[in-house]
Each structure stands twice: as structure tokens, then as C-alpha cells.
């Protein structure tokens, strides 16, 4: 009996301990049992690790893992939010202005993607988390501003390689732009 109530309780405990940050939901601020909620595909890797721990995504600016964050997000947020994202329907998510502050940092756009935000953009929960930050980290690599200073999810070497995304130089390189292998590490 006692080894039954330690594993229940290990196993709560656990999922608490591996989920350092709290998250809330954007509009209600509600707690949004991330680990309770998310498919159990796409948990495993260090960079969902991570940033359970940190709210630091390190998929950011890594080439070679874009290619799946573009195509999550050419399937559940172009209709909304444009192409690159510009806006349509939804707001533009390539400038400096955020309609949630909270979303200038990937933990705030992490918060408001998985719980949602109020009109039309339900939860997306069923995501896995992974996926989660391959599409912000997409989502950030649109940003079209020319000056970095305001991209807190940038790091400082970032900022100063910054490159504003450009449509057409990116359909030009085609495969090219995602070359190597997606590999990241939180040291």
C-alpha cells in the first residue's frame, strides 16, 4: 500500500518538479496544468525540458529546426494570422506590438497559444509541446522589425547577428534555409 501511494505521489510530485514555471492563462489567469493537459508525445526532449524549467525556448533562431515550426505554423495559424505573419483576421506577429505584453516573451506566446486568447483563438492544449515551441520559434524568426532592441527572446549574440525575415530571400534559398541537423542543447 504505501509503495502504491509513494509511486501516485512520486508521480505528481515529478510532473510539478519537471514543470518549474508556473503557467497562466492569458486572459484568465488561470493555472493551465500544462502537464496534465499536453499529449505525452513531444515531452521528452531537452528543449521542452528546458523551458518547462526556464521559459527559454532553444529552438530560437536555430535554422535547422524551423522547417517544422514553419509548417505548424502554414497549417494552424496563416489563415489568421498571414502568411508571415502580418495579420489578417488575428494580429500580426512579426513587429513589436503585442496585443498580450505577455507574448514579447516565449513563456507569455507559450501561455496564450496553449490556454488561448479571447475572440476567435481557442486553446491548443492538444499540441504537443514540443511542436509548441518549433512554432514560436517560427513565429519569432518572422519578426520583421529592423531593430532587434525590442525581440526580448532574443539572446544578446542574437540581437547582434539579427537579420529581419525577408519573404522572398527565404523562398529563394528554398530546403536550403532549414540545412543541418536540428540539435540543441541547454548548455
Avoid at 142 to 153: F, I, K, N, T
Wanted: aromatic share 10%; net charge negative.
Amino acid at each position: 500500500m504505501f509503495a502504491a501511494a509513494a509511486l501516485v505521489l512520486g508521480g505528481v510530485f515529478g510532473s510539478a518538479m519537471a514543470q518549474g514555471l508556473s503557467f497562466r492563462h492569458t486572459v484568465t489567469g488561470e493555472d493551465l496544468k500544462v502537464l496534465e493537459k499536453a499529449p505525452e508525445e513531444g515531452r521528452d526532449t531537452e528543449a521542452v525540458k528546458h523551458f518547462l524549467e526556464t521559459g527559454q525556448n532553444l529552438y530560437t533562431e536555430q535554422k535547422a529546426c524551423l522547417k517544422a515550426g514553419e509548417e505548424a505554423y502554414l497549417v494552424g495559424c496563416s489563415g489568421c494570422h498571414g502568411h508571415v505573419a502580418e495579420g489578417k483576421l488575428g494580429p500580426g506577429l512579426n513587429d513589436d506590438y503585442w496585443t498580450y505584453p505577455k507574448n514579447k516573451t516565449d513563456k507569455g506566446l507559450f501561455e496564450t497559444i496553449f490556454g488561448g486568447a479571447q475572440g476567435m483563438m481557442g486553446p491548443h492544449a492538444h499540441t504537443p509541446l514540443d511542436e509548441q515551441l518549433r512554432l514560436i520559434a517560427w513565429i519569432r524568426h518572422l519578426y520583421a522589425e529592423a531593430d532587434p532592441s525590442e525581440a526580448g527572446w532574443l539572446s544578446d549574440e542574437q540581437k547582434a547577428n539579427y537579420k529581419p525575415f525577408d519573404i522572398k530571400e527565404h523562398e529563394a534559398l528554398g530546403e536550403k534555409a532549414f540545412e543541418g541537423e536540428c540539435k540543441v542543447s541547454a548548455n
